[in-house]
């Protein structure tokens, strides 16, 4: 199983980007997607996350700015970020939590990350 982040990059502050995530490989079904973050010298931190059924939830430092959403025919996370500020400055990862073909049990998997720059 593979995950793949893209959409990241250098963004002027009140701008929007858009990240995806792209779940690939031996995959029987796909459970919670979600985004975290992490800036230099901080934990890494919850962004947003999607249920199978859709349910959402959001940390309270970007709601009403981001949205998360997914495309279950493509294994594909998105995240919607707009109106971006400096403080959004971090490496982004996705999370899936999945059952791969090979195995009975909820696994969770990491994407490589991307950067997220935003300037003031």
């Known amino acids: 199983v593979q995950l793949q982040a893209s959409g990241g990059g250098l963004v002027q502050a009140g701008g929007s980007l858009r990240l995806s995530c792209i779940a690939s490989?031996?995959?029987?079904?796909?459970?919670?997607m979600g985004w975290y973050r992490q800036a230099p010298g901080k934990q890494r931190e919850l962004v947003a996350a999607?249920?199978?059924?859709?349910?959402?939830i959001y940390s309270d430092s970007v709601k009403g700015r981001f949205t998360i959403s997914r495309d279950n025919a493509k294994n594909t996370v998105y995240l919607q970020m707009n109106s971006l500020q400096a403080e959004d400055t971090a490496v982004y990862y996705c999370?899936?939590?999945?059952?791969?073909?090979?195995?009975?049990?909820?696994?969770?998997?990491w994407g490589q990350g991307t950067q997220v720059t935003v300037s003031s």
């Open positions: 999370k899936v939590n999945l059952v791969p073909t090979y195995s009975r049990s909820l696994l969770d998997y």
């Open positions: 490989g031996s995959i029987f079904s796909i459970n919670t």
């Open positions: 999607i249920s199978s059924g859709g349910i959402k």
